[in-house]
């Protein structure tokens, strides 16, 4: 079975902040994703990363940057958080048209 | 570009009944679609997945889904609810379709709240 895990589940934040989320694949896929969830907006794209220190942006990326020095681990980074960016954050990396899912940090921001 | 519309952010079916959630998709390339589960507190699990082969796609729990190109539609079904199937639903398409570089990213819609009533 693939294994995705996030460093926290739950995580409280002060406002400037910088805030590392953590994410570990067990599959050696190549392609990592990092998705924010909102009520009433689904999930939204924030950075993926295709390779080794390859990364891409996605929809929302304002805030955020993204490390990959080792495939199998992929981190979200907030420079400075603010309270904008309270919200639940899921990690996925992708296997043969499939992306599997970690359990998601639910990040406050005060 | 790419996007998915679910129609109804709740959904409530007595146990037993029909479950229907819609879902319509805009795309590009030919698409590949998803539907995920999410139960409180957890992450996202794949139902099922439409890869360009049979358009009727069987998934886990008893629910399967028709790809229609002609109305864009990837409607989840499951012909008896199941108290434990109440959780948000997120239908979702990839670019993965198109082949070549394609990274595979995800658009999902809004999804949708299924409460099962007794």
């Known amino acids: 079975d693939v294994k995705v895990t996030q460093s926290s589940r739950y995580l409280v934040k002060r406002t400037g902040e910088k805030v590392f989320l953590e994410c570990v694949q067990d599959m050696d896929h190549e392609n990592m994703f990092w998705y924010r969830q909102d009520p009433g907006l689904g999930l939204r794209l924030i950075y993926f990363s295709y390779d080794v220190k390859m990364k891409e942006k996605g929809d929302i990326p304002e805030g955020y940057s993204v490390s990959r020095e080792k495939k199998e681990r992929f981190s979200l980074i907030l420079e400075s958080a603010s309270t904008n960016q309270t919200s639940m954050y899921l990690c996925?990396?992708?296997?043969?048209?499939?992306?599997?899912f970690g359990p998601g940090t639910r990040l406050t921001v005060t | 570009a790419q996007s998915v519309t679910q129609l109804g952010s709740h959904v409530s079916v007595s146990e037993g009944a029909l479950v229907l959630l819609r879902c319509n998709y805009s795309?590009?390339?030919?698409?590949?679609l998803f539907w995920y589960v999410q139960y409180p507190n957890q992450g996202l699990q794949l139902l099922l997945k439409y890869t360009s082969a049979a358009t009727l796609v069987k998934g886990i729990n008893g629910f399967e889904a028709e790809f229609k190109k002609s109305e864009t539609s990837f409607h989840l079904t499951k012909p008896s609810a199941h108290m434990s199937d109440a959780a948000e639903y997120f239908c979702a398409v990839s670019d993965r379709g198109a082949g070549g570089t394609s990274y595979g990213k995800l658009t999902f819609g809004q999804g949708t709240i299924l409460t099962v009533h007794p």
């Open positions: 996925a990396s992708m296997g043969w048209n499939e992306q599997y």
């Open positions: 795309s590009s390339v030919p698409p590949y």
